[in-house]
T-cell receptor, first 112, second 110 residues
Framework: DAGVIQSPRHEVTEMGQEVTLRCKPI?????LFWYRQTMMRGLELLIY????????DSGMPEDRFSAKMPNASFSTLKIQPSEPRDSAVYFC??????????FGPGTRLTVT | EDQVTQSPEALRLQEGESSSLNCSYT??????LFWYRQDPGKGPEFLFT???AGEEKEKERLKATLTKKESFLHITAPKPEDSATYLC???????????FGPGTRLSVLP
C-alpha cells in the first residue's frame, strides 16, 4: 500500500488567500483525521471523519477552517482566508475503526 | 478531561546507554495507548499499541509497557538511528480521536 498521501508537501501563500490541503487515506480505512502540529502546541486534532461523515470538529480553530470528505478515498482541508498564525504542518491520518492511525508526510504551510 | 504528559522533554544518551521514556495519562476508560516515532520533517510512524495494564510489546531495541496510569518506552543499547521524537497517545473508550502527549526528543550520540 502507498500509505496516506498528502498534497501539496509545501505551500507558501499570502495572508488572505485561500488554501486547500488534500489527503488520500489508506485504502480500506474508514476513519480519517486532520491534525495541525506546531512547536508551541504540539499535535492537535482538528477534525475526524468516520465513514465519510464528520464526527468531531471541535478542534477546528474557527469558521475560516472547513473540511470535507466527499468519498472514502479523498478529503480536503480548506482555510479561507488564511492568516500568518495558520502557519504549521498539517497532517492527515487514517485508521480502521479504533485501531492505530497511520499518518501522511504532512503539508508545511507558510502564510506570509 | 483526557490528558497525556511525557517526560523527560528531551533526553541525550550515549550509544549503548539504556534508558526509559515515560507517558502518564488520565482518561475516562482507556481503549488503547499508542507509541509513535517522529523524525524531523516526517509524519509520526506507528510503533506499538497497548490495551491493558500489564501488557508489553517489543520491537528491536524498544519495549513498551503499560500500567493503569502510565506507560514506559524502554530503549536498550540505543544507536544513533534511534534519535527521534517519541510521541504517546491515548484513545478513550468513547469516540475514535486520539489525545497526543507533547513528545520526548531523544538524541543518541555515537
Amino acid at each position: 500500500d502507498a500509505g496516506v498521501i498528502q498534497s501539496p508537501r509545501h505551500e507558501v501563500t499570502e495572508m488572505g488567500q485561500e488554501v486547500t490541503l488534500r489527503c488520500k487515506p489508506i485504502s480500506g480505512h474508514n476513519s480519517l483525521f486532520w491534525y495541525r502540529q506546531t512547536m508551541m502546541r504540539g499535535l492537535e486534532l482538528l477534525i475526524y471523519f468516520n465513514n465519510n461523515v464528520p464526527i468531531d470538529d471541535s478542534g477546528m480553530p474557527e469558521d475560516r477552517f472547513s473540511a470535507k470528505m466527499p468519498n472514502a478515498s479523498f478529503s480536503t482541508l480548506k482555510i479561507q482566508p488564511s492568516e500568518p498564525r495558520d502557519s504549521a504542518v498539517y497532517f492527515c491520518a487514517s485508521s480502521w475503526e479504533s485501531y492505530e492511525q497511520y499518518f501522511g508526510p504532512g503539508t508545511r504551510l507558510t502564510v506570509t | 478531561e483526557d490528558q497525556v504528559t511525557q517526560s523527560p522533554e528531551a533526553l541525550r544518551l550515549q550509544e549503548g546507554e539504556s534508558s526509559s521514556l515515560n507517558c502518564s495519562y488520565t482518561v475516562s476508560g482507556l481503549r488503547g495507548l499508542f507509541w509513535y516515532r517522529q523524525d524531523p520533517g516526517k509524519g509520526p510512524e506507528f510503533l506499538f499499541t497497548l490495551y491493558s495494564a500489564g501488557e508489553e510489546k517489543e520491537k528491536e531495541r524498544l519495549k513498551a509497557t503499560l500500567t493503569k496510569k502510565e506507560s514506559f518506552l524502554h530503549i536498550t543499547a540505543p544507536k544513533p538511528e534511534d534519535s527521534a521524537t517519541y510521541l504517546c497517545a491515548v484513545r478513550a473508550d468513547y469516540g475514535q480521536n486520539f489525545v497526543f502527549g507533547p513528545g520526548t526528543r531523544l538524541s543518541v550520540l555515537p
